[in-house]
């Protein structure tokens, strides 16, 4: 018992040292390797990749527990699969490490603050008419697939269709997907309020656990919003039901009024007002002021 109490004593004692003489930049240290270990957890979560992780910890459990009661032969096969493992992760997490990279081109901390300033007028101005045009197509049960462009480059789902550039309005939208338009199949992408290029072709989701209700429109919707920022409109030809996909989630059901509001908070949000909410600026705010505490105390 007395073993345990100086255990017990010796490590709080450590505790108390390490924390005494802890610094700045090690709390920076373990700030950035907590964040980065949530995030990792909840993309993982997120994904197919949580059954891959499981099914990894197995092995190495399986590993240790050969390792402990000698099981040569069974110890001898779990390391060469550890031996191929590293590359073998990379192959099987392919498709995850693939969108975890583009989430981080795109976000804040990728953009380093560059990026061409819109005209927001014109960019209300385009959702109004594509608002009205969506419902007059759902009340023709006309079948619609928009993408609005938002820090995602869609170069190479451009280059797909034929480029158009025009002025938003609801007329032109109508034309695009008219039935007999050689155009209709296709997507639609906006660019900074533009009708940019019609007819293009998106990505489709292999996402196994949808609705099998869902049309080949709805699932390059989710797909196209899978590998990009984009925020993607669908108008279902069968029922006329409007829908809105971003970041793999479709949510449908939506009016005319209600759309115009949502694509207003998706597509209009300042980036001046949101820019604080990027880990890029709470680190740097956080550095900052560790910093000036840190200048405080050594006069």
């Known amino acids: 018992m007395d073993l ?21 930049f090690d709390v920076i240290d373990i700030i950035i390797i907590a964040y980065i270990i949530f995030k990792a957890v909840q993309f993982l979560t997120e994904s197919r990749g949580g059954q891959l992780v499981k099914g990894i910890l197995i092995l190495f459990v399986a590993y240790a527990i050969s390792r402990w009661f000698g099981l040569v032969t069974v110890n001898w096969l779990l390391t060469r699969v550890m031996e191929w493992g590293v590359i073998a992760i990379a192959v099987i997490f392919q498709p995850e490490l693939r969108r975890a ?21 014109q ?8 608002c009205m045009a969506v419902q007059n197509m759902h009340d023709q049960r006309i079948g619609a697939l928009i993408v609005f462009e938002r820090t995602t480059s869609l170069g190479d789902i451009i280059n797909t269709g034929t480029i158009i550039n025009a002025d938003s309005s609801s007329q032109m939208v109508g034309n695009v997907f008219y039935p007999k338009s050689p155009l209709h199949d296709g997507a639609l992408i906006v660019r900074n309020g533009k009708l940019y290029a019609a007819g293009c072709i998106l990505p489709l989701t292999s996402n196994p656990n949808l609705n ?7 699932r390059a919707a989710i797909g196209m919003s899978e590998v990009s920022d984009a925020v993607v409109l669908v108008v279902s030809e069968e029922t006329g039901k409007i829908s809105l996909v971003q970041n793999g989630t479709i949510e449908r059901g939506y009016d005319q009024i209600r759309l115009r509001e949502e694509l207003y908070r998706l597509i209009l949000q300042d980036e001046n007002e949101h820019k604080d909410e990027g880990i890029f600026y709470k680190i740097k705010s956080f550095i900052d002021r560790l910093v000036t505490v840190k200048k405080k105390e050594d006069k």
């Open 123 to 130: 960019i209300k101005a385009s959702i109004d008419s594509i």
């Open 212 to 218: 099998s209700q869902l049309g080949t429109r709805h």
């Open 4 to 24: 345990f109490f100086d255990g017990i004593k010796t490590l709080w004692s450590q505790l108390i040292y390490a924390l005494a003489h802890i610094s700045v």
């Open 101 to 121: 990279l583009e989430r981080i081109g795109r976000s804040k901390l990728g953009q380093f603050g560059i990026g061409a300033k819109t005209d927001d007028e």
